[in-house]
């Protein structure tokens, strides 16, 4: 039981991560639930409060982890972290290099991306941030191919043609972007995530001169539905803008 990481969900759809301590109690506006009765209870099951307020009981999924765990940076939402896999094409075994590591949330996507076998190289300026993202990766992926750095691409040293793919959430991703295409293999994908239409614009025009050939330009719309028969209607509060992302492919023998 001893730190087993849960997801309980209340009547109204809120959802808090728990991770089970002996003696442990979990506090709720609505009563309390000990540790024990969510560990008896297990996946799948139900617990009640003390004031009767039931509560299910999940293994928290990627995107639920994501969204509810520790941060000191915004993440990258689930929704645009499932197109970066899909416009880096990942499979397993592969390496990828990512800057800036943030919270977290785009490295954990990677790193299930390649697997056991693969391979996440992960830097980040920003120490504290650092720090969170390596527990919060820890907390929830026990595997050990994650190799997280301090500092920037500036100062690191990359094998040329070294990546499977390189993942970019940087504000000035166009400072590194000649050095991640060198280390990036031919016929890959270097993708950056981006809030404003300003910095794509510059990143495209910074990228001209390298062996990048832009793919596409996007931002990912996730419109959720209220479904309760008889009636379904879009959501009233809905993710809106959260970024645009990159893709580029890079070139042989530039």
């Known amino acids: 039981m001893e730190g087993e990481l849960f997801l309980l969900k209340d009547g109204k759809g809120r959802a808090f991560l728990v991770r089970l301590r002996a003696g442990g109690v979990f506090h709720h506006h609505r009563g309390t639930v000990t540790h024990d009765a969510i560990a008896q209870a297990g996946p799948g099951g139900r617990v009640y409060t003390h004031l009767g307020e039931p509560l299910s009981v999940h293994r928290p999924t990627l995107e639920e ?3 509810h765990m520790r941060r000191s940076a915004t993440p990258t939402y689930p929704k645009d972290a499932s197109a970066i896999l899909t416009l880096l094409d990942l499979t397993p075994g592969m390496r990828v290099l990512e800057a800036g590591t943030g919270s977290g949330g785009l490295t954990l996507f990677l790193a ?3 697997g056991k076998e693969g391979l996440v190289e992960s830097y980040e300026r920003r ?8 527990q919060n990766v820890r907390a929830f992926w026990q595997v050990e191919n994650v190799r997280f750095h301090l500092g920037g691409l500036e100062e690191a040293e990359l094998a040329p043609e070294s990546f499977h793919g390189v993942a970019l959430d ?3 991703p166009w400072k590194v972007l000649e050095k991640a295409t060198s280390a990036l293999m031919p016929d890959r994908f270097l993708v950056a995530y981006l809030p404003n239409i300003t910095q794509v614009l510059e990143l495209v025009q910074r990228a001209e001169g390298l062996p990048l050939k832009l793919e596409r330009v996007l931002e990912v719309a996730w419109r959720e539905w209220e479904v309760r028969l008889p009636v379904a209607h879009p959501r009233f509060q809905q993710v809106g803008h ?12 530039s």
């Open 242 to 253: 959260t970024a645009f992302l990159v893709a580029f492919r890079k070139w042989k023998g």
């Open 170 to 172: 940087l504000m000035e």
């Open 65 to 67: 982890y994501v969204l």
């Open 112 to 114: 299930r991306a390649v």
């Open 127 to 134: 120490p504290q941030h650092l720090a969170q993202a390596e």
